[in-house]
């Protein structure tokens, strides 16, 4: 299985902080690596696929980028409605997995 | 907007069974492919099982091969997962999910989720 690891579990941010979450996966993905932003009490939603692709929707704010092993999601000038947890997932092979996510936290 | 609607979620005993319906709507479901994805409380996301738009391809997560059945009624536009066998561990969340129209396992839109509790 393709194992899915980010950092860090957990980051303290000020709003309108430019903020930088990682991932990386066990062994090469190419770029079949998805993003997810999760707020407390709400269902996941999908914010970039492909890597680097923003989801219909999606604030320029947020972007993606990486290939292989080693992803970054970038949050450019925070804002309140991004305190949330993000998860990377794989769908490069079975079976598709998870990241543990990172918490972005009011500093 | 897609809607994708759960039920069928509650309160079990280990080793019995539970049967989860996604209801769909303002979507073609019949032409994107389907999934589960479930979250314990307080944890992080799982990916469960997924089944192509014609039910030709169907995968598992390990945890669950042999005890959950995913299926699909594209003339119902509805969804199903069959859980038997239920353990402790089992206990989540499960979300509906469908895929994205041009990646298939990509998880563009989710359901509110049903909570299924294994507990004696």
């Known amino acids: 299985d393709i194992v899915m690891t980010q950092s860090p579990a957990t980051l303290s941010v000020s709003p309108g902080e430019r903020v930088t979450l990682s991932c990386r996966a066990s062994q090469s993905v190419s770029s079949n690596l998805a993003w997810y932003q999760q707020k407390p009490g709400q269902t996941p939603r999908l914010l970039i696929y492909v890597a680097s692709t923003r989801a219909t929707g999606i604030p320029a704010r947020f972007s993606g980028s990486g290939s ?8 450019n000038s925070l804002q309140s409605e991004d305190f949330a947890v993000y998860y990377c997932q794989q769908y490069q092979n079975w079976p598709l997995t998870f990241g543990g996510g990172t918490k972005v936290e009011i500093k | 907007e897609v809607q994708l609607v759960e039920s069928g979620g509650g309160l079990v005993k280990p080793g019995e069974s539970l049967r989860l319906s996604c209801a769909t709507s303002r979507f073609t479901f019949s032409t994107y492919s389907m999934n589960w994805v479930r979250q314990a409380p307080g944890k992080g996301l799982e990916w469960v099982s997924s089944i192509s738009s014609s039910s030709r391809h169907i995968f598992y997560a390990d945890s669950v ?4 059945t995913i299926s699909r009624d594209n003339a119902k536009n509805s969804l199903y997962l069959q859980m038997t066998s239920l353990r402790a561990e089992d206990t989540a969340v499960y979300y509906c999910v469908g895929g994205h129209s041009g990646y298939d396992l990509v998880f563009e839109s989710w359901g509110q989720g049903t909570l299924v509790t294994v507990s004696s």
């Open chain 1, 68 to 75: 292989g092993t080693e992803f970054t999601l970038n949050i």
């Open chain 2, 65 to 68: 091969k042999g005890r959950f």
